[in-house]
């Protein structure tokens, strides 16, 4: 355990983790937890890039949970600074007495930050980032209209879920959710052609200056590479314009980085890979080394908008630098410092994308191979109605407008499952499940790494057969 091959003794899911699906599904809401006789396993012991199952199945995770685990599962470093904390204070106040703990990394968190002065909002979800955020811009604009993007995913809570696009997660929930968000484009050059962008930057500016009769913008908010839509990475100089255009219109630009900061993309953050400074940034998953930590930062000139406290905040919460989340979260930036894990999500994701791009080169019902750092995703088409297959589409990193594409829905479900069975977690990603997503540890061996690489260009190979007609 730690970052071995893995090993696998029961075909997965094995008798135990069927048992403990039947268990579960007993006690939880039937709508969390996905549960069928190939899916999922129950995790028992987690280390480095490994995942043991309670059949003792043990697993390469190109997952990182979610992309929490970006030093590895169970950390030492993080682990340790866990067991030291928990023996002196599990729990403060935040708000009211707080904890050292809570300046300390807060102070580390701040020496990070691409402004001269931060101030931060913690929160112990992304959602909660999300909601501190545009409250923050609610407050230093004074205008409640919000800019979002198609295939956006910020969380699920009220003004978050307000911004998250996918009509799965709003739709029961519409009559509750806050109707001043407008969502534009974001730019698919792989369907839309070169003219994507343009297109996109069009909608935004629209949306500032003149609007559809909704709340004047007062945010726009992007992912700088959407996450659960798919790996959708936009083109060069799109969020620069972005940056420019909302600023020129006097709305605060935020940078939802909860899935790509702290180095999956090979940056401490993403926006640095074109250059671009948001108002505000949001991090979350690997900040708190596995336990629950977000923040919302900004410059001072904006986060100041907030009031001083009188003995009551006006966003807060119970667990707010909480003395755990704060000590392993402390203990991830000092190692994210220590570490070359920057160099590292750069060289192996380099080498990764290598791979999978020679692998399945021509390949029929693979559309695009795309990624930045250790964040890589395999979309995934299947027949186009009554034209068969475009066999261009083959072609890895075609980028001709391709408007007849259809995703292979499913597809990427079907490679997590088959995956699982030799040995290997990924997540599907997508509105249609179509998808193959790879969020690995930064610290992923280079040769189990390649040798897991080699074993899902395999199984894509498969899937995207069963998908063709007749």
Request: proline residues 7%; aromatic residues 6%; charged residues 25%.
């Amino acid at each position: 355990m730690g970052c071995s091959l893995p090993r696998i003794r029961v075909t997965p899911p094995g008798p135990r983790s069927l048992e403990m699906a039947r268990r579960l599904s007993r006690v939880e809401s039937r709508n969390v937890t996905h549960l069928t006789s190939r899916f999922p396993v129950f995790w028992e012991e987690v280390r480095g890039c490994n995942v043991r199952d309670v059949d003792g199945n043990v697993y390469l995770d190109f997952t990182g949970a979610f992309g929490v685990a970006a030093l590895g599962h169970s950390a030492p470093g993080i682990t340790e600074a866990i067991r030291s904390q928990a023996g002196r204070m599990v729990h403060g106040m935040g708000d009211v007495h707080p904890p050292v703990g809570k300046v300390e990394f807060l102070e580390a968190l701040s020496e990070l930050s691409p402004w001269p002065e931060t101030r931060v909002i913690l929160g112990s979800s992304g959602s909660e980032a999300v909601e501190a955020a545009l409250k923050t811009a609610l407050l230093a604009r004074g205008r409640p209209g919000i800019v979002a993007f198609q295939g956006a995913y910020h969380g699920l809570t009220g003004a978050a879920l307000a911004t998250t696009h996918r009509e799965l997660f709003r739709g029961a929930f519409q009559s509750r959710l806050y109707p001043g968000v407008r969502f534009a484009p974001f730019p698919d050059v792989l369907r839309h052609g070169p003219g994507a962008a343009e297109e996109s930057l069009e909608r935004v500016e629209w949306l500032l200056r003149e609007g559809d009769g909704g709340d004047e913008v007062g945010a726009v908010m992007v992912e700088p590479i959407q996450g659960r839509a798919g790996v959708r990475i936009p083109p060069e100089g799109f969020l620069e314009e972005l940056a420019r255009m909302s600023r020129d219109a006097g709305a605060l630009l935020i940078f939802d980085e909860i899935f790509t900061g702290l180095g999956r993309t090979g940056e401490l953050f993403a926006g640095l890979h074109d250059g671009v400074l948001p108002d505000l940034l949001l991090l979350g998953k690997g900040l708190g080394g596995g336990l629950p930590l977000s923040a919302c930062m900004g410059p001072s000139e904006i986060m100041d908008a907030w009031p001083p406290s009188r003995g009551e905040a006006m966003h807060t919460s119970t667990f707010l630098g909480n003395p755990l989340a704060c000590a392993a979260g402390l203990a991830f930036l000092e190692e994210l410092n220590d570490q070359d894990l920057l160099e590292r999500s750069r060289r192996l994701g380099a080498r990764f994308l290598g791979d999978l791009r020679e692998g399945l080169e021509g390949v029929p019902g693979v559309a695009d191979i795309r990624g930045r750092g250790l964040f890589l995703g395999v979309e995934l088409v299947g027949p186009v109605q009554e034209s068969g297959w475009r066999q261009e589409s083959g072609s890895v990193g075609n980028t001709a407008p391709a408007r007849d594409l259809e995703p292979l829905a499913g597809g990427a479900v079907r490679v997590a499952e088959e995956a699982l069975r030799r040995g290997i977690l990924v997540l599907p990603a997508g509105e249609e499940g179509h998808v193959v997503e790879l969020s690995p540890p930064l610290t992923m061996g280079e040769e189990e790494g390649q040798w897991g690489i080699s074993e899902l260009i395999s199984v894509i190979r498969e899937v995207v057969a069963w998908g063709k007609p007749g």
